[in-house]
């Protein structure tokens, strides 16, 4: 399995390059720590198009944990959940001003004691703010890390771990800008571009359609 891992890192290191760029737009951590809550159950670039105005409006982390909930849903409405994500931003960012003094914390246990923060949101800025290293499974990593044979498991917490072990720490946080590529471009759900892809000698799931269809 090491040989494989090297190989399908190898890959796309080749097809995507090395670049730490997240696809969320901030210009520092408490901006993409709110991006990145608003992108549950959303993508990346309607995200983008609502924080360009709400970034403006709110500039700062005061600011928010000051707004009023309802102008608050009204302002992100478009990204879906937008009560749920308007709550937790007021409360998150209210916990930010009075308990980290306005700061993003550093720490995965700092950061998952703030409203609406799990471990996929916490790694997002460990991993982009502090370039400490992180593996952020989102749908995208999971499906596709199970494809490719590097976990089993089906609780994100869990495949977490599985990817901990089997990955090198300095490509932890490339593998989620990778696979969140490649979900996007060719390995979509559910009907994947097989016929575009590089990884179909390492992808356990080809090897069983072949398999079946041979």
């Given amino acids: 399995m090491k040989k494989n891992t090297k190989a399908i890192l190898d890959l796309l290191d080749e097809k995507y390059g090395t670049d730490f760029r997240c696809s969320l737009d901030h210009e520092n951590a408490w901006q993409l720590l709110i991006a990145t809550i608003l992108s549950a159950q959303c993508t990346d ?12 409006k709110y500039p ?73 290293p992180s593996i952020v499974v989102d749908t995208h990593v999971k499906r596709i890390s199970k494809k490719l044979g590097l976990t089993k498991e089906e609780e994100p917490g869990k495949v977490e ?16 800008i990778q696979l969140i590529t490649l979900g996007r471009e060719i390995c979509k ?20 359609r072949k398999g079946k269809s041979g």
């Fill in 45 to 56: 670039a309607r995200v983008n198009i609502v924080t360009a105005d709400l970034f403006r």
């Fill in 60 to 132: 700062s982390v005061e600011a928010f944990a000051q707004a009023d909930l309802k102008e608050l849903e009204k302002d992100i409405h478009s990204t879906g959940f937008y009560h749920n994500k308007a709550k937790n931003i007021i409360a998150c960012c209210k916990d930010l001003v009075e308990k980290f003094g306005g700061e993003v914390p550093r720490s995965l246990e700092d950061l998952t004691s703030l409203a609406g923060v799990g471990r996929k949101t916490a790694n997002v800025i460990r991993g982009n703010i502090y370039h400490d």
């Fill in 161 to 176: 771990q599985d990817l901990m072990k089997a990955l090198p720490k300095e490509h932890w946080i490339l593998w989620n």
């Fill in 189 to 208: 759900a559910p009907t994947p571009k097989c016929g575009e892809c590089f990884l179909t000698g390492y992808c356990q799931d080809y090897k069983k």
